[in-house]
């Protein structure tokens, strides 16, 4: 089920947002009045189609190719998106890498574990973050307010095996959040982050959900007995980029079906 909320006239910027949870936050955004800033590196052409899907609701979509850890290509973006659309309301640190997203390669004990991996992942989920949220502050600030939302993971909660730069970078990006929360706060500027459990994207059908029995082992875990949507995190991301959430800021919002509740199997 689809929120609603008022974003009418609101400029918002989804990174990582050509397909999965980027996709679903930045559609939905648009669906409730918003134009939106369509970013990815590698999947140009997926990100294209999202502004077009964009478009095709009646609002204004820039695409923008940037790689997010890069502080150049950042503030490129973030000028060509002051030049289209005159301000930054929302912003939505979504894009992130993994090891073994499409398979398990890579997912390896610490030993063992690339220093290429460690380098990419925190740069980009957690550098990223940084440098994005330090750009669009700088003119939500002049502005007077704005909204930054991002995304973490039970990864950043609960320890995960075998992806040990990625449950730092995540573990990161939670309390990142809290900081500039507090930092900003002054300004009107609420920051938020919220957290994903097993979300069903075509990255997690391939790892986890096209083999019976890692499906039944996966959901043991979670209390609902299912994964989640992307629209589900979209819905968590709608009310923190709204009104509604004016009084809400440096909160952390779970959405993970029970995962990290404490649920553990009857024995």
């Not at 990223?128 to 939302?149: P, T």
């Not at 959040?177 to 919220?194: D, G, K, Y």
Request: proline share 3%.
């Amino acid at each position: 089920m689809k929120m609603k909320v008022d974003l009418e006239g609101k400029v918002a910027i989804v990174t990582g947002s050509g397909r999965g949870i980027g996709q679903a936050i930045a559609l939905s955004f648009a669906e409730n009045g918003a134009n939106v800033v369509v970013n990815c590196y590698t999947r140009v052409s997926e990100g294209i189609e999202v502004a077009r899907e964009i478009e095709k609701l009646g609002r204004k979509s820039l695409f923008v190719k940037a790689d997010i850890s890069d502080s150049e290509q950042v503030n490129d973006m973030m000028r060509q998106v002051i030049k289209t659309f005159g301000r930054i309301d929302i912003l939505v640190n979504n894009a992130g890498v993994n090891v073994g997203v499409t398979s398990e390669k890579g997912r390896v004990p610490i030993q063992d574990f690339s220093e290429a991996h460690w380098d990419r992942i925190i740069d980009v989920n957690l550098k990223g973050v940084f440098l994005c949220s330090k750009a669009a502050a700088q003119q939500m600030i002049k502005q007077g307010g704005g909204k930054i939302i991002n995304i973490s993971s039970v990864a950043g909660i609960v320890p995960l095996r075998l992806q040990s730069a990625y449950v730092a970078a995540k573990a990161g990006v939670t309390n990142l959040t809290r900081a500039i929360a507090l930092e900003l706060a002054p300004h009107n500027i609420n920051v938020n982050v919220i957290a994903p459990g097993s979300i069903l994207t075509e990255g997690t059908k391939a790892l986890f959900y096209s083999d019976r029995e890692k499906t039944e082992k996966i959901l043991s875990y979670i209390p609902l007995k299912r994964p989640g949507a992307p629209q589900d995190i979209a819905n968590a991301a709608l009310f923190l980029a709204s009104e509604d959430s004016n009084y809400v800021t440096g909160s952390l919002i779970v959405v993970d079906g029970g995962w990290t509740a404490g649920y553990m199997r009857d024995w």
